[in-house]
């Protein structure tokens, strides 16, 4: 099995499907002879023409909606916001049309389009290029959220969002990019969406978490155990709209210590969701407060070093935290 | 000749476009009295601006170009096979309604058989979305194009500023039609528009753009016909206005005398494209007055007969709430 | 006393604010000559003018965003969205500029807008002219909103909004408009934001919701003491973001039994966060699941009679699942 | 007479635009040297379109004129009284950086005394801001203009569209400049708009529309100070297009060569409007080889006295995280 980053594994997901299905086609901003700021569509642009790779003019709201009338024809859009926070342009077209196509027409229209969009902080993005925008859309009947946290998964749920027959929006961690690498099979691997996924077993706390911050949790997990013996039950979320209720509701009831974490600010986050969803289906299994851990509920992370390091949700700082609720 | 033959319209068919855009309007006006009679809870319009919808709409190829008509398209839909029944089952949202199975309201139209786009109510998102049909139908090497309407009010939303400029750098057979009605509900066109014709903003786009007398339906069929030879020759799209007047209020829910005089619109009543459409067609010894009661009668008759049947027609299941959410 | 609708009560508070501070100024679509599609700015453009009442060309991003540039100015904008469905195209300079200006400009800069807008459902409205859209926001350190239950609590929280300093989403239930009707002070009374208010006291169960439904709870609260002598704290949240913690713990504490109600979809609501808030801050002290009442995830509320009150949460609903939790 | 007192401009002030272009061209290329060395982690370059933007920032009443400058702008604020040291301040992100106290990217203008909006990441949103200023000015009565910047690539999204839209229907003091440089990283011209100039798109509002050459002085500041006693008259909004050359990559995160040719921008550079204004100034005798020399070397202080100055400043305070969101 070769070894891939993370947006190797985006370029190769969409390489496969590219080659499989002839609807299948990209369109965004630098696409297509740049490959994409961060190359995610390298080569690709070669490979299949200027016609199935598109560079759009500026214009989000455009590259939705455009995407959004090609998959209403049978096409296959993959549409790429250059970062997650450029997507709000575009939430009128995401929200309003491609959510409610199906459900408005009465099953007549579909929309099976994917919205990739780099996400998330760490790497001197500032305000504007650091943001996790996905509680913005975490509250739409027919859309998908999903947000990878590896490069295989990242493969999986790629293919599965480009073949999904529903809109799905896909966030992919920047940090993560170059970050982190695994081996990726070869041979077709398409990751089911809505599952989530248990990264690790344990007996003593659980936390659940998505994106980045499952690397972070199962990197801070280890080090508790070599250090404490302490067994971490991870649960890594995957979709984050709509939730796994079942595997939420299993992987909390297993430990009875909950700690969730989130990359975003605080208040009105995925994390809330899947606390409530415990706190509605699970209470009296519970043995301790649900912990969340996340951004502080500041606009957005600043440029500054010292800000962002203040601000970003990091593997100590989870570390610190699965221990308190450990010992609590 | 007379002017239809000459711009390639055969008697039978501008004689089918005054049944459909007098049907729209015969209909447009039952649905005011269902309101007014508690029967319906709303309805929007299309009174003043049917000729230019048939019109246009029979410019297309029908059957193989796609549409993504605006909530007044009564006369569009009409042309393209939607029948007064389906229009009725929407009024009244019931199950069978084919547009959106009683979800949306009236105006929100909508048929994958008919290769008309479902629309929503926050106006003008359907430019970026016939723009991809054009793109799409570019990208197969598909003959058809794609037709969009929408209110003169709408192409001040950024949607259309979006979608017609991608149309234009791909050079996508892609029709946009403003249908330019004086009003955005009480906002009049100099609140709306400082530009002097809403085809000036072809030019920003690089487009060809024009400006027709909406209540003439050669000069739009023809309009539209010259654009959609541009859009399958490969030649990108265009900008249409059609220039008309909408001669009822915004929607039942809407007071236009609040903003605008009797006056105002009884003199645009007299330009109504419907009555010098049927002059044209005396004129032309295409209607005779009997034909005409004929006429009017038939279409009395066949929206009586949908009106009772949507009445009685069952509404949606209550359990059908949680369908069509996802695949 | 004077009796005022909800309506009325809200035109009030815009007339005094705009009598009291000339700064203050209306914008958006049809808001003049015909005094809003609700007619919530009735007379105000006899009164005050083109000038102050600007009937904008449709088109809610500059709606937003010239009221934006305008509260930098120092000026005092109230833009009105004429119902809250089509804030979307607005979502953008909402997100990225109003809420983010201050902080971005190291406090330099600020943006004292309100942007009002009509949400839910009711009142055959369907897809597009029901929503509640409040979550779509609350996740944005930096904007505040207020959601007023009765037509006092409108004209005391549209004058704070404002006078606020920062920028405030105003939604006002459009069944609400003429349905409530109650006596309002004619002196001046501002409602502090940021405050939950204790609508009633009871030591049975705890409801929390906001909005119509605040109305809809008393009422059936009303009904469960007549009817079975159960006492209910009602809450009513009023700021739905950020939210009023130590309200929300200490009625949560009260009686242990907690209901959270709202009308918009359940997944990722504002109900979501409060449940979040409670299961972290007073789980022992909980007696029973922290349930949620809230509309199904489906994309909006349909058309048809039979869908939408299949859709809405109403009284009946609301007193069913308060008196389960008080069985519980 | 010579061709800037024609237009008004003393030789005063023509040096002073030239020195302002040349340390914005100097203070950029200075910060190429500090992002490779690793010393900043970013920036964005204003090489190619200083001289426009003094010239612009010339035809303003400082002090007086709002701005809203997009991220390449080091000319227009320096011109507008940021000096090199707070450019500097924001480029290391240091806590007296009066743009943002470090919290934004260098580009991220913004200064309250100097009537300068700030500016975020997502472009095109600061169009519909100086539309509300001027909206303002007008309401107010004050005798201020409102003069915003952003790229042609810009134009395409609905906030141009919008904004510009309702400035040219509310008639405000409003200058609008497009600062054409070819690209949006990777994106040619002919990919982002088919029309032939940006400045036609102001038909389509009902507004003056102009293009001119970036690279002239003379041209841009009499073009902006037309438009400015357009705007101070109540005669509306303006769209200027000034076309110039971005002669570096987008950004310090680019890479140029995998979308145009090193010929293609060696030919831009031949061009380059601080290579012509400097000769005007020579054959005009208002700058001296010498004085030259000195002007270089001045800039050259400067640059590093800020440099020396920013570095050694002091980072934001992690506690200062949670301040500013709301008052
Ligand atoms: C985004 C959005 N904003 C506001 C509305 C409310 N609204 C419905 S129709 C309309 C006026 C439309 O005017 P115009 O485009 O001229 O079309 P017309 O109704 O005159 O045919 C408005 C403001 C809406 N549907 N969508
Ligand atoms: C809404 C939005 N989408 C995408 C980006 C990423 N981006 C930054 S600059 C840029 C190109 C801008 O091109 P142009 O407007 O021509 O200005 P230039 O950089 O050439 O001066 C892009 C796509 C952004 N900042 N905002
Ligand atoms: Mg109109
Ligand atoms: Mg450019």
């Not at chain 1, 975003?264 to 995925?270: A, L, P, V």
């Amino acid at each position: 099995m070769p070894v891939l980053s993370y947006i190797e594994a985006i370029t190769a997901a969409m390489d496969e499907e590219m080659e499989r299905d002839d609807r299948v086609f990209i369109l965004g901003e630098d696409v297509g002879k740049r490959g994409g700021v961060f190359r995610a569509t390298d080569g690709l642009y070669n490979k299949y023409g200027a016609e199935r790779v598109i560079d759009t003019p500026l214009a989000e709201s455009a590259i939705a909606g455009v995407g959004i009338g090609a998959a209403m024809y049978g096409l296959i859009p993959i549409a790429e916001m250059q970062f997650a926070d450029f997507i709000l342009p575009a939430v009128n077209q995401i929200i309003s049309e491609a959510a409610k196509l199906r459900y408005r027409s009465n099953n007549d229209w579909s929309c099976p389009i994917t919205i990739r969009a780099p996400y998330g902080g760490g790497i001197h993005g500032a305000l504007y290029h650091s943001q996790s925008v996905e509680a913005i859309f975490a509250n739409q009947p027919g859309l998908k959220i999903v947000m990878p946290s590896s490069p295989r998964e990242a493969k999986g749920l790629l293919k599965a969002a480009i073949r999904d027959p529903d809109p799905v929006l896909f966030f992919e961690h920047k940090r993560a990019y170059r970050l982190l690498k695994e081996e990726v099979p070869i041979e077709e691997e398409v990751i089911e969406i809505g599952k989530a996924n248990q990264v690790r077993a344990g007996d003593d706390i659980t936390v659940i978490t998505y994106g980045l911050c499952v690397h972070f949790a199962k990197e801070a997990a280890q080090q508790l155990n070599d250090e404490h013996g302490i067994e971490v039950e991870l649960l890594d979320l995957r979709t984050v709209y709509p939730l796994d209720q079942q595997a939420i509701v299993h992987a909390a009831k297993k430990t009875g210590k909950v700690l969730l974490i989130t990359e975003d600010n605080k208040e009105g986050s995925i994390i809330s969701e899947v606390s409530a969803i415990i706190g509605e289906q699970c209470l009296f299994d519970l043995d301790a407060p649900i912990k969340r851990l996340a951004g502080p509920d500041v606009p957005a992370m600043p440029y500054a070093s010292s800000l962002e390091k203040a601000f970003i949700v990091n593997q100590d700082k989870i570390k610190q935290a699965m221990l308190e609720l450990a010992q609590f | 000749m007379t002017k239809h033959k000459e711009i390639g319209l055969s008697d039978q068919a501008v004689v089918d476009m005054y049944r459909i855009a007098l049907t729209a309007r015969r209909l447009d006006e039952r649905m005011w009295l269902l309101n007014r009679a508690g029967k319906i809870p709303f309805l929007v319009s299309c009174q003043g601006q049917e000729v230019q919808q048939v019109a246009a709409a029979f410019a297309l190829e029908r059957g193989k170009d796609y549409t993504a008509p605006y909530y007044r398209d009564v006369g569009v839909v009409l042309a393209l096979g939607m029948s007064v029944q389906d229009l009725m089952l929407q009024a009244y949202a019931k199950a069978e309604d084919p547009n959106s199975g009683g979800r949306q309201m009236p105006g929100h139209f909508g048929s994958k058989k008919l290769k008309m786009l479902s629309g929503s109510s926050p106006v003008t998102t359907q430019v970026p979305h016939a723009v991809g049909i054009g793109l799409a139908c570019k990208m197969r090497g598909e003959d058809a194009i794609s037709f969009v309407t929408l209110g003169e009010g709408s192409t001040n939303q950024g949607d259309f500023h979006e979608g017609a400029n991608f149309a234009a750098v791909h050079k996508l057979p892609v029709i946009i039609m403003v249908e330019n009605n004086q009003y955005a509900i009480s906002i009049s066109l100099k609140q709306q528009v400082a530009c002097e014709k809403i085809s000036d903003r072809a030019v920003g786009y690089g487009m060809v753009g024009e400006t027709v007398d909406g209540n003439d339906p050669f000069a739009v069929y023809q309009a539209i016909k010259t654009a959609s030879q541009r859009a399958r020759n490969g030649e990108g799209p265009s900008l249409v206005e059609a220039i008309s007047y909408r001669l009822t209020p915004h929607s039942s829910d809407d007071d236009d005398l609040t903003y605008r005089t009797a006056e105002e619109v009884r003199e645009a009543k007299a330009k109504d494209g419907l009555l010098s459409f049927k002059k044209y067609l005396k004129e032309n010894n295409l209607l005779s007055d009997k034909k005409e009661e004929e006429l009017e009668a038939a279409i009395k008759k066949e929206i009586d007969l949908a009106n009772e049947y949507a009445e009685a027609a069952p509404s949606p299941d209550p359990d059908t709430l949680y369908q069509g959410v996802y695949q």
